[in-house]
């Protein structure tokens, strides 16, 4: 049984859906302070919810119908700017005896092309996927000709997605190093055959 079935009473219909409306209302708090689009789901943790939203937290109270606190969230960290995590952090506590640390990973619905000089950013409707050799070279090729840097991470935990990433990265590397290297052997071609020439 969930820890949060044993508290209080069953929730109506009309006071879940009441206690979602006022969930999404403390999460798109977090969603303005960040600009990214999560989908969090959220279990219900008591009979009724009143949010209370400040710059550094938002507290979500459930109490029964008494008035005493039932069951309390709060959301102690906003979601972090950074590839590879997305999350935040809740503290379940019921009467201030804590129940659970919950950690919630935000999942995006859109990625992002960075420019190489930091001039702007341009939204995707959806994230790049790869599935042959031939879409990382097309990547790779992307990357080197348009000077972009693309964010290609949906799910903070998504580690298969961090190594397709970053093998990308190499080999867009060590196309450029190759190219290098060949220009250096042509010039060493070229000094050959004049050094050669009568």
Known sequence: MDALDQIGEPLTKEQEAQADEYITKAHTAM??????TMRIEAKRVGAS??????????????????????C???IKELLKINT??????????????????????????????????GEGIEMLDQAPSHSSDEAMIEEANIIEQNA???EKIEFADDVESVHRAQRQQR?????????KYAKVDDLEALIADLSSEP
């Open 31 to 36: 969603e303005k302070a960040e600009k990214l």
């Open 49 to 70: 919810y009143n949010p209370i939203e400040s710059e550094s937290q938002t507290r979500i109270v459930g109490q029964q119908t008494s008035g005493k606190e039932n």
């Open 72 to 74: 309390s969230v709060v």
């Open 84 to 117: 590879f995590h997305r999350e935040a952090c809740l503290r379940l506590t019921r009467n201030s005896t804590l129940i659970a640390n919950v950690k919630m990973h935000a999942a995006c619905d859109s990625s992002f092309n960075v420019n190489g000089e």
């Open 148 to 150: 972009e840097f693309m």
């Open 171 to 179: 080999y867009a590397v060590e196309k450029e190093i190759g190219e």
